[in-house]
């Protein structure tokens, strides 16, 4: 029993390391918070955060009744990693997983995309990774192959 207990507890502390890589898939949903809004919402909206007020910047908190989650990584988080974040709005229903093959290598960020079926409404779709600092100069975000939007640390594309 407490080799069970010790392996689930190594587990879970592997999980919130970063991968060797240096990278790791965040989930938005752990956070009560939504990207903000952007225009034109038919582009896709990227983010290189370094700090909690960057993010502050770009996420904006969701109050809601019930159980809570926080808003944002905590702030010793900010001390050696960074968040590049690639949103889209999609035709909302049945989660769909449209950013898969996500790799990280300098300052590019490659991924699959797969757009849901259209839907009566829209949501937002995310893609967050948190990484290792310090951020190359430029952060790429290239999506099925092709150079999606180009941003520098602490900025955001569109605004």
């Given at each position: 029993m407490r080799a069970i207990g010790l392996a689930v507890i190594l587990a879970a502390c592997a999980s919130t390391a970063l991968a060797a890589p240096g990278w790791?898939?965040?989930?938005?949903a752990a956070?009560?918070?939504?990207?903000?809004?952007?225009t034109p919402d038919?582009?896709?909206f990227?983010?290189?955060?370094?700090?909690?007020?960057?993010?502050?910047?770009?996420?904006?908190?969701?109050?809601?009744?019930?159980?809570?989650?926080p808003?944002?990584?905590?702030?010793?988080?900010?001390?050696?990693?960074a968040v590049l974040l690639i949103a889209k709005v999609v035709g909302g229903g049945d989660k769909v997983e449209a950013f898969t093959d996500v790799s990280?290598?300098?300052?590019?960020?490659?991924?699959?995309f797969q757009a849901p079926p259209s839907a009566s409404f829209q949501v937002k779709s995310a893609?967050?990774?948190?990484?290792?600092k310090p951020l190359a100069g430029k952060v790429r975000f290239i999506e099925n192959g092709k150079p999606v939007c180009t941003v520098e640390p602490g900025n955001r594309s569109p605004s």
């Open positions: 790791k898939r965040l989930d938005p956070y009560q918070s939504f990207v903000m809004n952007w038919s582009a896709p990227c983010a290189a955060m370094r700090s909690p007020a960057e993010w502050d910047a770009v996420m904006h908190p969701a109050p809601v009744m019930g159980p809570h989650k808003f944002a990584p905590p702030a010793s988080f900010w001390k050696e990693h990280v290598k300098g300052g590019a960020v490659a991924y699959r893609l967050m990774l948190a990484v290792s």
